[in-house]
């Protein structure tokens, strides 16, 4: 039987999963509720655009009440991989909310204080994002792997032809009424 914790995390991916985004994509693991396998697109008019993000998104058991934990597997220039980033979580937030977030706090490097802001070269985030719609990053069992090449298809695949802030408002507009 499913605990509270676990039925949210349940819930939030069927709503992802009914309303996708054209800037993120995420799958959750089979074989663990808690994890699911992601990527995000870099945020548009900075360097990591056209950039394709693969994050590991870590559930507590706490769930909502304590935060969730990404942790980027694509080298960035920004964050450091395989390392815990940390958002100024809300237990209000909707998963769609932090990954909203998480593009956000990309858009704001290097001037976010960080323990994980690695570079501060701005043409060598650029390379990095062009080098990361090549593919998925190798990280993990084939199972993994398979999740992972799945999200980065979608991102390649997906265009935008509207703002973020544009489609987070209709988001918002769509719940509401």
């Known amino acids: ?56 998104l ?7 009440w304590e935060e969730p934990s990404f942790i980027f597997l694509t080298k960035n220039g920004s964050f450091n991989i395989e390392t815990e980033v940390r958002l100024n979580w809300k237990p209000s937030w909707r998963m769609r909310d932090a990954f909203i977030e998480l593009i ?15 570079h501060k070269n701005k043409k060598k985030r650029r390379r990095l994002a062009q080098k990361s719609r090549g593919g998925a990053p190798i990280f993990g069992t084939y199972e993994r792997q398979k999740l992972m090449d799945v999200n980065h298809q979608y991102l390649q695949r997906e265009t935008r032809n509207t703002s973020l802030t544009q489609r987070c408002e209709a988001y918002h507009i769509h719940i509401l009424h």
């Open 1 to 56: 039987m499913e605990n509270p914790a676990e039925k949210r995390i349940l819930k939030e991916f069927d709503e992802i999963e009914s309303n996708p985004s054209k800037d993120f994509k995420f799958c959750k693991l089979d074989w663990n509720s808690y994890e699911w396998q992601g990527a995000l697109r870099g945020p548009s008019g900075t360097e990591f655009e056209g950039g394709i993000y693969h994050v590991r």
């Open 58 to 64: 870590l559930f507590p058991k706490e769930t909502p």
């Open 104 to 118: 956000e706090l990309m858009r704001k490097c290097p001037h976010v204080k960080s323990d994980s802001v690695k």
